[in-house]
């Protein structure tokens, strides 16, 4: 039996980050994914990701978040945002 990869995704909901998530879990991966806001949660539960709503730039969250009873293995980054006022959201963040 093959031992599942557990990881956590942060910029999940959609683009690349979408498509890393499905691609992992093609790969019979364990996924989780934190997301900014509730609006793609049930798109990404139903692939089978178990989703977590946080901020990227609390540091508390992300610690929450990548806490669980199965290390996580692997972290990838897609993180992006729409800008805002002229700063992209992952300014601070990346």
Same mark, same amino acid.
């Given at each position: 039996?093959?031992?599942? !990869?557990? !990881?956590? #995704?942060?910029?999940?909901?959609?683009?690349?980050?979408?498509?890393?998530?499905?691609? =992992? #879990?093609?790969?019979?991966?364990?996924?989780?994914?934190? %997301?900014?806001?509730?609006?793609?949660?049930?798109? %990404?539960?139903?692939?089978? @990701?178990?989703?977590? @709503?946080?901020? !990227?730039?609390? #540091?508390?969250?992300?610690?929450? =978040? @990548?806490?669980?009873?199965?290390?996580?293995?692997?972290? @990838?980054? !897609? #993180?992006?945002? %729409?800008?805002?006022?002229?700063?992209?959201?992952?300014?601070?963040?990346?």
């Amino acid at each position: 039996m093959t031992r599942k !990869t557990n !990881t956590f #995704i942060a910029g999940a909901s959609r683009g690349v980050g979408r498509e890393i998530a499905l691609c =992992a #879990i093609e790969k019979n991966c364990r996924v989780k994914a934190l %997301l900014r806001s509730e609006k793609s949660r049930s798109q %990404l539960e139903a692939m089978g @990701i178990d989703v977590v @709503i946080g901020d !990227t730039l609390d #540091i508390v969250a992300v610690e929450v =978040a @990548i806490q669980e009873s199965k290390p996580i293995e692997a972290v @990838i980054s !897609t #993180i992006d945002g %729409l800008p805002k006022d002229g700063i992209g959201a992952d300014y601070f963040g990346q």
